[in-house]
């Protein structure tokens, strides 16, 4: 068992499309408290989100064989729980029809360097407690970037937007944090 | 399987239905048949935007709409109203579709949709204006004239005809009176009668007999109330001979 354990995401997922059950069970042991992190942040503790979780990980099972293992495991995984969080918020509220969304189409600037300032789990602190106040578009891919510690191909790979949209959000969603805080000093 | 605690919940549930049969992969066959299917629409598309694409510049050119440049806002206002616009909603409906399917891959979704949007209309014109000169659409109308076209036959005769009001084609044959009489394409003989709307006064006392001229105004038994008109060099067509000959 210690053998594969060891193994990587994509060697396990070798082993699950050769039907070893054992491989698809260590493989979502893996993803289930990152998934729940990740959906706690991004639906600011819905209470239901230990069965989208189990959605998720039941869809990455059924759907395993659409999976290219010679590429990331972890941005497929990830993709299929931002469409299960979307789902669940489109259940509840209406959401923009993101295609049409102005900085996925005109997006260039994209800011890779410029949240190098987080650092601290002080700072980190302050902005988990101002995340459920960010619009779901801005939200998201500070949940991804700095919980999660996706780079910037991964994000946009998981929510299939321009490289350079990632950035123009983190910096958007960076300001209104700021904003927030600034007015709770005040 | 061994059983553990409960630090991992959801993963158990998950792994007990894979256990027990319920929850079974999707074959291999499946995702390839949905890949298949992707790429199937995405060349229909392409295809029925190519054709639509070459479709509007073959109705540019065979009823002479890029003759009217530089001839005042009355012609293009009836160019603008007489204009088969639904073929341009058309484009941009499959344009839109194509974007929409297209993100799946990730050389699309990675960059702006601005930069893949411009691409594809480039692509759409340059192969538009090439299919355009296949003769592809001239042949096809020609059946249409002849009543040999199924399906299409109508909508060829009518994209081929447009009927911009006001707009007159034809040939200055001589004075009368001091008015300037033409024939039209369809035969007919109007007479050219300047008025205080007239622009171009001073090129209009210079037109020669012979020359071919394109004349803005409502015509009303016989005359022309000439509010522009200029002199054109008509294309030579020699994959589409204007379908007056009737």
């Given amino acids: 068992m210690n053998q594969i354990d060891d193994k990587t995401d994509e060697e396990l997922v070798r082993l699950v499309l050769k039907n070893k059950t054992d491989a698809f069970d260590i493989l979502a042991k893996r993803y289930e408290k990152k998934l729940l992190r990740y959906g706690k942040r991004f639906l ?84 988990e407690k101002y995340l459920h ?18 780079d910037y191909q991964e994000i946009s790979d998981i929510l299939k937007i321009p490289v350079s949209t990632v950035g123009t959000r983190l910096k958007r969603g960076r300001s209104e944090i700021k904003k927030l805080l600034h007015e709770k000093r005040k | 399987m061994k059983k553990e605690n409960s630090k991992n919940p959801i993963t158990e549930k998950v792994v007990s239905k894979i256990e027990r049969g319920e929850l ?70 499959l344009i839109l579709l194509i974007g929409v399917i297209g993100r799946k891959f990730q050389f699309v979704y990675r960059r702006p949709l601005i930069v893949s949007l411009i691409a594809i209309l480039v692509m759409v014109i340059v192969s538009s204006v090439l299919i355009e000169r296949s003769s592809l659409h001239y042949s096809f109308f020609r059946l249409a004239e002849q009543q040999r ?27 009368q009176n001091d008015l300037w009489v033409m024939e039209l394409d369809s035969g007919e003989r109007a007479k050219l009668k300047v008025t205080e709307k007239t622009k171009g006064k001073r090129l209009y006392s210079q037109i020669e007999e012979g020359e071919k001229v394109l004349v803005i105004g409502e015509m009303d038994e016989g005359v022309i109330d000439v509010i522009n008109f200029k002199t054109i060099e008509r294309r030579s067509r020699s994959n589409n001979q204007r379908l007056n000959e009737r």
């Avoid at chain 2, 299409?152 to 040939?171: K, S």
């Fill in chain 2, 149 to 175: 076209l199924p399906v299409a036959g109508g909508m060829y005769r009518n994209l081929g005809n447009i009927d911009i009001d006001n707009a007159h084609f034809g040939v200055i044959l001589e004075k």
């Fill in chain 2, 24 to 93: 079974k992969m999707k074959s291999r066959a499946y995702f390839v048949a949905k890949s298949f299917l992707v790429i199937g629409l995405l060349v229909l598309f392409s295809l029925l935007l190519l054709y639509l694409g070459s479709l509007i510049v073959f109705v540019l050119r065979v009823n002479d709409i890029l003759l009217f440049h530089g001839i005042g806002f009355y012609a293009i206002r009836s160019i603008l109203l007489s204009f088969p616009w639904y073929l341009v909603f058309l484009i941009f409906v």
């Fill in chain 1, 44 to 127: 600011y503790n819905h209470e239901n989100i230990e069965d989208v979780v189990q959605n998720v990980l039941t869809k990455a099972y059924v759907n395993i064989k659409s999976f290219d293992p010679s590429r990331k495991f972890s941005p497929w995984i990830y993709r299929i729980a931002h469409n299960e969080f979307i789902n669940l918020i489109k259940k509840e509220k209406k959401l923009p029809f993101l295609f049409l969304e102005a900085d996925v189409i005109f997006s260039f600037a994209g800011e890779k360097n410029f949240l190098k300032d987080i650092e601290t789990r002080e700072e980190k602190e302050e902005i």
């Fill in chain 1, 133 to 150: 106040k960010l619009k779901e578009k801005y939200r998201e891919p500070i949940v991804l970037y700095y919980f999660e510690e996706k």
